[in-house]
């Protein structure tokens, strides 16, 4: 791996973090971004301090208009190839649709759903030019099915696994992998920002990070299209084959709410 770069977008706190360790380790330089630049400069030095690779910090706020493309040009003018691209940016709102703000509920839609997309299709097109690379697109399990009390959210996440699906089959050819991650609840800042309390459900659903992180990559490097971490969030998953819709949104409207 020497020599090859991954951009981790969300790169702070959380997934992106045990992303930016994971990855270190396999030998790549990191392009970190995200908009807390001092957890990442913390980041960058202690991943620097552990392994042979540059650690580059970028301070960007992902989810204002352009911000993608200012990010490809500076990193052009760099002369920085992107090999692996973790889409990992992105936060959700919980609560009734109509409580929240538009103008939250906006910038969520920007950076899930725009923001994703452009950088995918920018450094697509390098990784196309090229003839290789790796994309990893981070959704949630509430991607499968219509979740009550997550509604804006749940819809930005079923976008990015569609998307994702679909990139999958149309950049095989050109040698380039697209795998979507989607995670159930999982111990990082999330639910702090979401604003969804603490329950013994999600307690017992609940995974550490760096399991998660692992799984993703390892399903990457098998050029899986999709991948869902932990035999729990699989099976509820799966479930929603065998369920009709109109009671899965029931089911999820009533456990959700007591959330």
């Known amino acids: 791996m020497s020599g090859k770069w991954a951009l981790i977008t ?26 807390r630049i001092d957890r990442m400069q913390t980041l960058a030095a202690d991943i620097e ?26 990193l052009d003018h760099e002369n920085i190839h992107i090999d692996v691209l973790i889409n990992n940016a992105g936060f959700g709102i919980f609560g009734d649709f109509l409580d929240e703000s538009i103008e939250k509920t906006r910038n969520m839609v920007q950076l899930n759903i725009t923001s994703l997309t452009e950088l995918t299709h920018l450094f697509a097109a390098d990784m196309v030019r090229h003839k290789r690379g790796q994309i990893m697109l981070v959704a949630s399990v509430v991607a499968y099915q219509a ?16 998307l994702g699906e679909a990139l999958h089959e149309e950049l095989k050819p050109h040698g380039i992998t697209v795998t979507v991650l989607s995670p159930g609840a999982t111990a990082t800042e999330f639910f702090d ?7 013994p459900l999600k307690r017992a659903f609940m995974m550490p990070s760096r399991p998660v992180v692992k799984i993703g990559l390892a ?13 729990k969030n699989k099976l509820m998953t799966f479930s929603t084959r065998l369920i009709p819709r ?14």
């Open 147 to 162: 979740s009550p009390n997550y509604a804006a959210y749940g819809a930005t996440k079923a976008y990015v696994l569609s």
């Open 193 to 199: 920002v979401s604003g969804q309390a603490s329950t």
């Open 219 to 231: 399903a990457m490097r098998r050029g899986r299209a999709t991948v869902v971490s932990g035999w």
């Open 10 to 35: 969300g790169a702070s706190s959380g997934l992106g973090v045990e992303f930016a360790h994971e990855l270190a380790a396999a030998g790549y330089h990191l392009v970190l971004v995200a908009r």
């Open 246 to 259: 109109k009671l899965q949104r029931k089911i999820a409207h009533r456990v959700l709410r007591k959330g």
């Open 49 to 74: 301090s552990q392994h042979p690779v540059r650690a580059k910090v970028i301070a960007l706020d992902l989810s204002l208009p352009h911000a993608s493309i200012n990010l490809k040009r500076q």
